[in-house]
């Protein structure tokens, strides 16, 4: 119920191409969700985020988009580059006593030159 | 403004023994939390401090505690060290501690477990 699950687990796009990765849940009361990139040696960084009261929010080249009734969510990235080569976790969080995000296991993306 | 800031970047350490782990927040950030990220498993939840009270506290073992002091630095000890331990240990800091508000991500210690 408290899980996140990211698919795929690695990516690989060429240049100038789409990169997506998809996200499910299954507790509905999830209501916040980003999604942070991380590259090599580095922690990880928010890259954006959407609540479930919006279909799509885009910022640059990142898009979020997100289905309540299927509880899925997934990140493009159009116009892919060598630059974007990282890690990408979502995560989702509930408003309770708790206050926790929970991540997903991550996905590795390699945009090749 | 300083980022987050851990230290040391890099530890190794024999089995039984025990490591503390520092943690020194974004200037004016309350909450603090701690992650273990491994290649397996991603980013799990160890715990999360504010104002020096732990608010929440993740699925791992009473071998792992930490600790908030009173200018938002955070330590995190690991007792009895055992090899699955070894991992990245990621320190986060927020302004308030609200779920919606961005975490800012150290760069981690590596702990080696021997």
């Known amino acids: 119920q408290q899980q996140v699950k990211q698919s795929p687990q690695s990516l690989i796009v060429q240049k100038g191409g789409i990169s997506i990765i998809n996200c499910a849940y299954e507790?509905?009361?999830?209501?916040?969700f980003p999604w942070y990139q991380q590259f090599p040696g580095k922690g990880p960084a928010l890259l954006i985020a959407i609540r479930p009261d919006v279909s799509e929010k885009k910022e640059g080249r990142f898009t979020i988009s997100f289905n309540k009734s299927a509880k899925q969510f997934s990140l493009h990235i159009m116009d892919s580059q060598p630059g974007d080569s990282a890690t990408y976790f979502c995560?989702?969080?509930?408003?309770?006593?708790?206050?926790?995000?929970?991540f997903g296991k991550g996905t590795r993306l390699h945009i090749l030159p | 403004k300083a980022g987050v800031t851990q230290t040391p970047r890099y530890l190794i350490k024999t089995r039984g023994q025990q490591v503390t782990l520092s943690c020194s927040p974004i200037?004016?950030?309350?909450?603090v939390s701690w992650y273990q990220q491994t290649p397996g498993q991603g980013l799990q939840f160890l715990f999360e401090y504010f104002s020096e009270t732990q608010r929440n506290k993740g699925n791992f073992p009473g071998r792992f505690s930490g600790r908030q002091f009173s200018n938002s630095r955070s330590e995190m000890n690991v007792s009895t060290l055992e090899l699955g331990d070894s991992a990245l240990y990621l320190c986060a800091s927020s302004l308030s501690g609200r779920r919606d508000s961005p975490l800012h991500f150290g760069n981690g210690t590596r702990l080696t477990v021997t």
């Open positions: 995560a989702a969080s509930i408003k309770n006593r708790d206050d926790k995000i929970i």
């Open positions: 507790n509905t009361a999830f209501d916040y």
């Open positions: 200037s004016g950030h309350r909450s």
